[in-house]
């Protein structure tokens, strides 16, 4: 089961792709439509379901070339490329301002065009002012329609913004990081009140029947954060998302990108029970094999699979051997699944992704397997 970029269920989803942003239904279909082939054993739903009359206020849909522009009733601009996340342009993107913002008066950033509950930049979805408590019932749908399509045939997970993605997204990343060191006590009162919103989110699709939350927590690694840092502003509200999740009895698991080799153990302490993407060099800094050493009895371990050298490879053999590799190293022991480290880039060919399912199934059990190639084989005899 790998994440997919949304431009590459824009190109491969035989869907035009503002019905797979827009629309609980395009989307729900698109993620069928590619676990089914690639035969992926889950499904992750990481974005909130649609209103039912989400394109209503749409006055005209131009197909071009390079994408798809929506011009909607107000004058604002949808444009959606064909291999990349949509934009959306109206009034200007705005951020709160962290040297002026009460952390125990939030009751205006449900209205701030650049940060809107987990929906990313769609016109028209914001119900709901202050810290997101009440969940509006239409965030549930694409939930509801793939249950429906998929029943227990494969495991659906949701997902959920960590507290401290949400900080960086409510101010901008640059003044985000630097209200950390200037004004650190403030940003933990504002976490405090963010894990409210994540926890309330991540709550609601585990009573919806999801079978497993997934944290997004792309920018805890060390190309944006130090591992004390990790330890101050991440791990204690991570925690209480985790702990939330658990208590309802299902699991959860978290996806951080880049550099998290001196953090490992850390990410275990927030109680999360499996850990998504470990980039490997030159991406981030992990190797599988050492992973497993340190943190393989506490957390399962999902990806190491180069995601970018997955797009340049041009051979069945390369995509193979490399992901062998991975599977080589990760199933001593239990406890791995076979994924690409982050997100499956727009322009890689399907072709390649239809090789894992059936390389995961048929993986022999030999140290000697004649399916890696010599390069591989010398690695991993090393580790």
């Known amino acids: 089961m790998c994440q997919l970029a949304l431009g590459h269920y824009f190109l491969n989803a035989g869907l035009a792709p503002h019905r797979i942003w827009f629309t609980s239904e395009g989307f729900a279909d698109a993620l069928v439509a590619l676990q089914r082939r690639y035969r992926f054993d889950g499904i992750l739903i990481n974005i909130p379901g649609r209103p039912e009359n989400a394109l209503d206020d749409v006055t005209r849909i131009e197909t071009r070339a390079d994408g798809e522009r929506l011009t909607w009733r107000d004058g604002g601009v949808t444009f959606v490329p064909r291999d990349d996340s949509p934009q959306h342009a109206a009034r200007p993107a705005t951020r709160a301002n962290f040297e002026t913002i009460d952390p125990d008066h939030l009751d205006d950033v449900g209205d701030l065009p650049g940060y809107v509950w ?194 340049a490879y041009k051979t069945k053999e390369q995509v193979i051997a490399d992901a062998a590799a991975r599977i080589r190293i990760g199933k001593i022991g239990g406890g791995y699944i076979l994924s690409t480290a982050c997100s499956v880039a727009p322009r890689v060919e399907p072709w390649k992704l239809e090789l894992l399912a059936p390389l995961a199934e048929e993986f022999p059990m030999s140290l000697d397997s004649p399916i890696l190639d010599e390069n591989h084989r010398t690695q991993t005899n090393a580790d």
């Open 118 to 311: 987990n929906t990313y930049h769609i016109p028209r979805v914001a119900e709901t002012r202050g810290i997101l408590r009440e969940i509006p019932p239409y965030f549930f749908r694409t939930i509801d329609l793939v249950q429906r399509a998929v029943g227990d045939s494969v495991s659906i997970h949701g997902e959920v913004f960590s507290p401290f993605t949400h900080l960086m997204e409510l101010f901008g990343y640059e003044n985000a990081l630097m209200g950390l060191v200037s004004d650190p006590a403030k940003a933990r009162a504002l976490l405090e009140r963010l894990t409210d919103a994540s926890i309330a989110w991540a709550v609601a699709q585990a009573r919806r029947g999801v079978d497993a939350v997934l944290i997004s927590s792309a920018f805890a690694g060390g190309s944006f954060i130090s591992r004390a840092m990790y330890h101050e502003f991440v791990l204690p509200y991570e925690r209480r998302v985790a702990d939330a999740v658990k208590a309802l009895n299902v699991p959860v698991y978290t996806h951080t990108c880049g550099r998290i080799g001196d953090r490992l153990e850390l990410i275990a302490e927030t109680g999360t029970q499996g850990i998504d993407t470990l980039d490997p060099p030159p991406l981030g800094d992990v190797e599988l094999a050492e992973a497993k050493r340190r943190i393989s009895d506490k957390l399962f371990i999902k990806g190491n699979l180069d995601s970018v050298a997955l797009l």
